[in-house]
């Protein structure tokens, strides 16, 4: 497997390209925060993701996780890792000061954790889930649930995960049936969770489980869920550690990939029941989770930016390596593969692709920072709305182009990416389960079209059309060649969206069924035009730099041919997209019984 190396130009660029790190500097959080800072920051992030995270990445896809008398044994390597991943502070970035956060902008941490997760995605997952659940506690926990628990929690001495689904309710939550009944100033939890990342692990003393379950006399279906905070190990008043709760890792789950996390069934009250504690009020916990849940999502299309730049990385050196046939316009012998015409093809489709999502990624993190600080409430329901618009994009499109990047660097390698020891089969194996995790991306363009789109009449969209219009006119300046192919592909591609999204919002009001029958090739319209309204911005930043005569030249033009590529191969794709976002006709013709 190849050595990874963060890609710190490419990231420091679109995060003032794209993310607009000036302005989020100048928020009111951030103000004592210069860019020097956050370019010492990634450095020393980028360092730290290749030399301790990334050489534990192949012994855990060797040697996964094992559950032995109830304990489960990380793979070798991945505690001393995570360890000393706490120690180094990078847990605490982007919380609260008052709790023993760094106090840094998400479009910082999102920076940070790309890297986390190209280095060794089965390590970063712990982390991911356990910022999650900070941001949970931190929203809608009690005063003394914050003061308990986020500390260590931020400080990653103990680490949080989320407890959702259940063998019989899978993506659908109104099952489930794990129990809370009342108990003095706590109550009983009784029940089974499946999927649950870093369940159980010896990382830490202490694991805080956020558990969905149900109260006797609760409402049927979401509106009936609570949610509750259920230590591994209970805490007394002082924040000290107490006795083992009721609780315990079943099993873990023989995955296709990742394996080195720990993906535990999670048994709760086999001796009378885990002492959980409410967090909020009754039966608003379907509603607390999604603060945890939009935070993962964002995270998870994060992954999806991540395996794809890990993905990139060892195709390319492969394609360096690896010399066979003679070049096509003419050589002595056989060249370096990176030569031929079709992998410069499938190399530049992986680039192109991550850097758009990475740009996507980053903006997404701005609209946090943004949604949260910026002074003016207008402009934070603003910004809010397009977030909400965005994470759906970002999770999906994100996630199915990670899988798609890793099975274009199985195909550079040829024969050898289908032996798994060159490693490409690993990150098309860990991949996978991105479009899965947090809602399979079907119910991610469920999402997009009946909550995000249909419910507001598409206003929170008009929005971000003005936005990607602005770039357009933006580029009626320029009459270069570059400027002019992306200028024609992102106006057919906005069009078109435009279109879809007009008869997505008329439909879903007549016929939900129709609409949504369409909705994951919207989302991918979606995905597709917003990275190309992503990859304009980068190329027109870089044009700016080079007319100036800053930077890196040779970076620069990469930029900009990378951006042209993005529009001509992949842009162009989105007007394709119309006819089967909102013809459904034949989607729904057959009766079950004909498939």
């Known amino acids: 497997m190849a050595d990874y190396a963060a890609p710190l130009a490419d990231l420091e660029f679109q995060l003032r390209a794209v993310g607009g790190l000036d302005h989020v500097l100048s928020l009111p959080p951030f103000e004592a925060i210069d860019a020097e800072t956050v370019k010492q920051i990634l450095e020393e992030g980028g360092r730290f993701a290749g030399e301790v995270l990334a050489p534990t990445n192949r012994a855990g896809d060797l040697n996964p996780a094992k559950l032995e008398n109830g304990q489960v044994r990380t793979s070798p390597g991945f505690a001393e890792a995570y360890r000393q991943f706490a120690a180094a502070g990078w847990n605490a970035v982007p919380f609260e000061a008052e709790y023993g956060g760094q106090g840094l902008p998400w479009l910082v941490q999102t920076a940070l954790a790309e890297m986390w997760n190209s280095a060794n995605l089965a390590l970063a997952l712990c982390p991911l889930l356990n910022n999650g659940a900070i941001e949970a506690i931190a929203a809608h926990g009690s005063e003394e649930q914050k ?165 990139y990385q060892q195709a390319l050196a492969f394609s360096r390596q690896r010399v066979q046939s003679r070049d096509i316009a003419g050589s002595s012998g056989p060249v370096a593969i990176i030569r031929h015409p079709d992998v410069r093809r499938m190399l530049m489709t992986m680039k192109a692709g991550t850097e758009a999502m ?105 929005v971000f059309f003005e936005l990607v ?69 980068n190329a027109m930043a870089a044009d700016a730099h080079l007319t100036l005569g800053e930077g890196d030249a040779k970076f620069l033009h990469a930029k900009k041919v990378t951006a042209r590529f993005f529009a001509e191969h992949m842009l162009v794709q989105a007007p394709s997209l119309v006819w089967p976002a909102t013809q459904p006709s034949s989607t729904l013709a057959l009766a079950e019984d004909q498939f």
């Not at 929690?153 to 659908?172: K, R, V």
């Not at 956020?210 to 609760?218: G, I, M, T």
């Not at 016929?511 to 995905?527: E, H, N, Q, T, W």
Request: charged share 20%; aromatic share 6%.
């Open 147 to 311: 003061r308990l628990f986020l500390p260590k929690m931020i400080s990653g001495e103990w680490t949080g995960t989320m407890n959702l689904t259940e063998p019989q309710a899978g993506s659908d939550l109104g099952q489930v049936r794990t129990r809370a009944v009342p108990e003095g100033d706590h109550y009983r939890i009784t029940g089974q969770k499946i999927f649950i990342t870093y369940g159980e692990h010896d990382y830490t003393p202490n694991i805080v489980h956020l558990v969905l379950a149900r109260l006797p006399d609760a409402p049927a279906g979401t509106r009936g869920i609570s949610l509750f905070v259920v230590p591994k190990v209970l805490v007394k008043p002082d924040g000290s550690l107490g006795q083992r709760n009721d609780l315990r890792c079943a099993s873990l789950e023989h995955k296709l990939g990742i394996h080195g996390s720990p993906t535990c069934v999670m048994a709760y009250g086999d001796d009378g029941g885990a002492t959980g504690y409410l967090v909020g009020e009754q039966n608003r916990g379907l509603e607390y989770m999604f603060t945890m849940m939009n935070n993962a999502r964002l995270a998870v299309g994060l992954q999806g930016v991540a395996i794809a730049e890990r993905a």
């Open 469 to 537: 219009q602005d770039t357009i006119d933006e580029l009626d300046l320029s009459t270069d060649e570059d400027s002019t192919a992306m200028r024609g592909a992102l106006a057919d591609g906005l069009a078109a969206l435009i279109q879809a999204s007009t008869w997505i919002v008329k439909t879903y009001g007549e016929d939900p069924r129709r609409a949504i029958s369409g909705a994951v090739p919207y989302l991918k319209l979606f995905g597709l035009v917003a990275g190309g309204w992503v990859m304009t911005r």
């Open 358 to 462: 990475r740009g996507l990624a980053l903006q997404a993190a701005a609209w946090i920072d943004r949604a949260r600080h910026a002074p003016e409430a207008e402009d934070r329901k603003r910004t809010q709305a397009l977030l909400d618009l965005i994470i759906p994009v970002v999770k999906a499109w994100a996630t199915d182009f990670g899988v798609e990047a890793a099975s274009i660097g199985v195909q550079v390698h040829g024969g050898m990416g289908f032996i798994e020891e060159t490693g490409a089969g690993q990150h098309y194996r860990d991949a996978r389960i991105l479009p899965i995790y947090e809602g399979t991306n079907g119910i991610q363009a469920n999402d997009l079209i009946g909550r995000k789109l249909a419910r507001d009449q598409g206003a929170a969209a008009n």
